[in-house]
């Protein structure tokens, strides 16, 4: 199989040259559990940490994070693309896009400034006209004070109680939630008192519906397309300080959301009226993850039992089943994920495939389809510090 690969350059203290490729086994193979090469870049690109393709047209997109624009590249053969048109600004550090199911339009999100933006696309593929949505408020902000919709689990006090509690010794091992809000993987500082927007993905939902994740705000948003933009709808509250990265709409009808800050997956539900609420959640790990630990993607199985999340620091897998009508999530694995910093991952049939950013390299492992646990890793190869895999023909 062939895997399109983002990753850092330069401009984000990387090692990339630009979008690469990743071949697993042959290139014909309908599985990934062979061998895996890296086989150098299919186009230059500075960053382009996230990408998504055209459902229609050959045709990728990807975030150029450190410059915050998106740049449409047109294949030109089966390792090649050139620039489609001029890069489209969205905000400060774009780090994710997605492409709406008709092929008419894309949304970008800017984890540095919180926009949300939605661009066109016209029958080449090509974007323009960006539109940003409405910002962000933060629920936990005096603004609206004593009305937020969901619990308040103040993180940032419990991280000061717990360095008081252990000391100058080992006070350096609590998470730093008294800090930025920000993500781990950018770095950027923030005042608490202040908490930044930091919008982080955007996705097509079912029925008209967008749901976008603000890392910063502890936010899940909603939103109908219009012919122009995107119209609020409502949202939902995660407790204070756990930071939702990223959703996926489970096969049962369920939004998962991995939480960056808190490690957590929350479960949430759809009512009679379209409006979304939490009915479930659990921390990735039954024993818990590690002080500075902070969760990446989240996949799930081929059959949807099974759920991915991958947590960085530690660098581990962790496993989660999905029980009930979807509603309920138990932990059953925490293992290694053999690489350093595990950015993204991507479940292909019985294999498991993971970009280690910082160790500059894809490995692949094994999925045990009884338990749904990872095993070892079966192959690995070098990689320019990757951050996303993309599946191409």
């Given amino acids: ?215 910063g705000l502890d936010l899940v948003r909603f939103w109908r397309t219009t012919p122009t933009g995107l119209r609020p709808a409502h949202q939902v509250v995660l407790p204070k300080g756990s930071g939702p990265r990223h959703v996926i709409l489970h096969p049962s009808g369920h939004l998962y959301v991995v939480t960056e800050l808190s490690c957590e997956v929350f479960a949430l539900a759809a009512s009679v009226d379209g409006t979304w609420q939490v009915v479930g959640g659990t921390a990735l790990g039954a024993g818990g993850v590690l002080p500075g630990d902070s969760a990446a993607e989240l996949t799930s199985s081929r059959d949807g039992e099974f759920l991915y999340a991958g947590v960085r620091g530690s660098n581990t897998l962790a496993t989660l089943r999905v029980r009930g009508s979807g509603e309920t999530l138990s932990p059953v694995a925490l293992v290694d994920a053999g690489v350093d910093w595990p950015r993204h991952h991507l479940v292909v049939r019985d294999t498991l495939l993971v970009a280690g950013q910082r160790s500059d390299e894809v490995a692949s492992l094994t999925l045990d389809l009884r338990t749904g646990v990872p095993g070892r890793v079966r192959h690995r190869t070098a990689a320019p510090s990757p951050t996303f895999l993309l599946p191409t023909t």
């Fill in 1 to 215: 199989m062939r895997f399109l690969l983002g990753g850092y350059t330069a401009d984000m203290e990387g090692a990339a040259t630009g979008i690469g490729m990743l071949l697993a086994g042959s290139a014909d193979d309908a599985s990934a559990g062979g061998p895996l090469a890296f086989t150098g870049d299919v186009a230059a690109a500075d960053s382009p940490s996230w990408l998504a393709a055209h459902p229609s047209l050959d045709v990728v997109y990807a975030a150029l994070e450190a410059s915050g624009a998106v740049q449409a590249f047109r294949r030109t053969g089966e390792a090649s693309f050139v620039p489609l048109g001029e890069a489209v600004p969205a905000g400060e550090a774009t780090c994710h896009v997605a492409v709406a199911p008709d092929g008419g339009s894309l949304l970008a999100a800017c984890w540095g400034d919180g926009r949300v933006v939605r661009m066109s696309l016209d029958a080449a593929g090509r974007p323009s006209a960006p539109v940003v949505a409405a910002s962000a408020v933060d629920p936990y902000g005096p603004e609206v004070a004593g009305s937020p919709a969901g619990p308040d689990l103040d993180l940032a006090a419990a991280a000061r109680a717990l360095r008081e509690a252990a000391g100058e010794e080992y006070a350096h091992l609590v998470p730093d939630h008294d800090g930025a809000s920000g993500s781990a993987d950018e770095g950027a500082e923030g005042a608490a008192s202040a908490r930044p927007s930091r919008a982080h993905q955007a996705t097509y939902l079912p029925g008209g519906v967008v749901v976008t994740t603000d890392l």
